[in-house]
């Protein structure tokens, strides 16, 4: 595994790679553990989004599980991919640009900033997984208190994703970036997925 790993540290360089999947398909977790093999920053949209306390319409947006609209995306996440403490360390990136255009925006600026994408991921579940691991969550309560973990608010995320995420998957598809992973796996096993999937692309 760890010659795995430097295989793709060298590949990946300061580059990034964006996770992409429904709710609870796994995303932040891989994505912490990624950023750890590879030393790396894991940003994820949403934790961004959810901290800015402020902004009153992001929360009201955010509460009832819809998609943030581009410009106040743009507003609030993409000036993270330009700090400079993340200079010379390689992104992982979770979800960031979700909505069709979005991810022009997303590859422009971390081409911009020294993080040029690399790869996609998505990890693949049905509408019916989620709902098992929603079910499971609930009755666990280990993802702590978020607003977004609702029934209500999960379907809405759901559609949202099924209307307005999968064009950017596409876009992702078409050129050449996309790698699809078998999210109903174990975590180790998508997480030994994920790393195969890298290797192949590194080499």
């Known amino acids: 595994m760890d010659t795995h790993i430097q295989?793709?540290?060298?590949?990946?360089?300061?580059?990034?790679?964006?996770?992409?999947?429904?709710?609870f398909a796994g995303k932040d977790t891989q994505g912490r553990l990624f950023a750890n093999y590879l030393e790396g920053?894991?940003?994820?949209?949403?934790?961004?989004l959810r901290k800015s306390q402020s902004n009153l319409e992001l929360q009201r947006i955010m509460a009832a599980g819809e998609i943030i609209p581009t410009s106040l995306w743009e507003e609030i996440v993409v000036p993270f991919l330009a700090n400079p403490e993340f200079a010379q360390k390689p992104l992982i990136l979770s979800e960031v640009g979700r909505l069709q255009g979005e991810e022009r925006i997303v590859e422009k600026a971390t081409l911009a900033t020294g993080h040029p994408q690399k790869a996609?991921?998505?990890l693949q579940l049905t509408d019916q997984e989620v709902w098992n691991r929603f079910d499971a969550a609930q009755q666990e309560g280990d993802r702590g208190e978020r607003a977004d973990d609702r029934r209500d608010v999960i379907q809405t995320r759901l559609d949202s994703y099924h209307?307005?995420?999968?064009?950017?998957?596409?876009?992702?598809?078409?050129?050449?970036?996309?790698?699809?992973?078998?999210?109903?796996?174990?975590?180790?096993d998508v997480t030994e997925q994920i790393i195969t999937s890298l290797v192949a692309r590194a080499t």
């Open 41 to 48: 920053v894991l940003i994820s949209g949403g934790d961004i």
């Open 7 to 23: 295989t793709i540290k060298t590949w990946l360089g300061t580059g990034s790679i964006n996770i992409f999947g429904l709710p």
């Open 120 to 122: 996609v991921i998505l």
């Open 163 to 188: 209307h307005k995420v999968m064009p950017v998957i596409e876009h992702y598809r078409s050129n050449g970036l996309l790698i699809e992973v078998d999210g109903a796996q174990s975590r180790q």
